[in-house]
């Protein structure tokens, strides 16, 4: 699995390398499957493409939607990543209700990774894996100092405890479930992501980082889409 790096010169550039990405794995998977298996992000970064998507023509009847990660909190919870993907995206489109699959984090991290991971025993490998950074090099809700989950006997989705940013509990997919995947793409903006973006391509042990294929028939190929903003000065895309 490579890795690749894009700069987008603006905005737009940004945003319409993004959709791309999406409408390429899309067609590749209705085509050898039938079925599109895509994972969505948390955070603010994401919610603008999943707003174009919305606008955007797509087989919405042969999506099927999964989350990295999701928050401890009530459903109905604004901070909670699937309230989000339901306002920006999800509700706006034809995708079946029963096509969504949503973490149940209001039972308690234990309780929800358990139930995702046993309903993840079904899927195979992901077609389109979306990711963000955060300003430490945590991806989904795989922070510095806890498991990432990093090898095939990980369980598919993590209990997360203690985490550095509320609410503390947590469930995120693990390292190697993320990876598993034909594509992934980090969606990566703002001039606070710089220092991460440069430890990372420096090689830093970062949770990130934990995003790999362990076995190259796994995968295809991890993108990194930076703005201007995320680009440190003198890196290699």
């Not at 899309?26 to 994401?46: D, K, M, N, Q």
């Not at 969606?187 to 090689?203: E, I, T």
């Given at each position: 699995?490579?890795?690749?790096?894009?700069?987008?010169?603006?905005?737009?550039?940004?945003?319409?390398?993004?959709?791309?990405c999406?409408?390429?794995?899309?067609?590749?998977?209705?085509?050898?499957?039938?079925?599109?298996?895509?994972?969505?992000?948390?955070?603010?970064?994401?919610?603008a493409?999943?707003?174009?998507l919305?606008?955007?023509?797509?087989?919405?009847?042969?999506?099927?939607?999964?989350?990295?990660?999701?928050r401890?909190?009530?459903?109905?919870d604004?901070?909670?990543?699937?309230?989000?993907?339901?306002?920006?995206?999800?509700?706006?489109?034809?995708?079946?209700?029963?096509?969504?699959?949503?973490?149940?984090a209001e039972?308690g991290?234990?309780?929800?990774?358990?139930r995702?991971?046993?309903?993840?025993?079904?899927?195979d490998?992901?077609?389109?894996?979306?990711?963000?950074?955060?300003?430490?090099?945590?991806?989904?809700?795989?922070?510095?100092?806890?498991?990432?989950?990093?090898h095939?006997?990980?369980?598919?989705a993590?209990?997360?405890?203690?985490?550095?940013?509320?609410?503390?509990?947590?469930?995120?997919?693990?390292?190697?479930?993320?990876?598993?995947?034909?594509?992934?793409?980090f969606?990566?903006?703002?001039?606070?992501?710089?220092?991460?973006?440069?430890?990372?391509?420096?090689?830093e042990?970062?949770?990130?980082?934990?995003?790999?294929?362990?076995?190259?028939?796994?995968?295809?190929?991890?993108?990194?889409?930076?703005?201007?903003?995320?680009?440190?000065?003198?890196?290699?895309?």
């Open positions: 699995m490579g890795l690749k790096w894009h700069v987008a010169a603006a905005a737009g550039d940004w945003l319409g390398h993004a959709l791309q999406v409408a390429r794995a899309e067609r590749a998977a209705l085509a050898a499957r039938g079925e599109f298996h895509i994972v969505l992000a948390g955070g603010s970064t994401p919610r493409l999943y707003a174009a919305a606008g955007a023509p797509h087989d919405w009847s042969r999506w099927q939607v999964w989350f990295g990660d999701e401890c909190l009530p459903p109905d604004p901070a909670r990543n699937s309230v989000m993907a339901q306002q920006a995206l999800l509700a706006r489109v034809a995708i079946p209700a029963s096509a969504v699959h949503v973490i149940a039972l991290a234990g309780i929800g990774a358990r995702y991971a046993r309903e993840l025993a079904g899927v490998m992901f077609d389109l894996v979306l990711l963000g950074l955060g300003e430490d090099g945590h991806t989904a809700s795989l922070f510095p100092g806890h498991d990432w989950g990093e095939a006997d990980a369980p598919a993590l209990a997360v405890h203690d985490a550095p940013k509320p609410p503390p509990a947590r469930v995120s997919l693990s390292a190697w479930r993320l990876a598993r995947a034909r594509n992934v793409l969606l990566v903006a703002g001039r606070d992501k710089r220092d991460a973006v440069a430890r990372w391509q420096r090689g042990r970062l949770p990130v980082t934990a995003i790999r294929a362990p076995d190259s028939a796994w995968g295809g190929d991890i993108e990194v889409l930076l703005d201007t903003d995320a680009c440190p000065t003198g890196a290699t895309t």
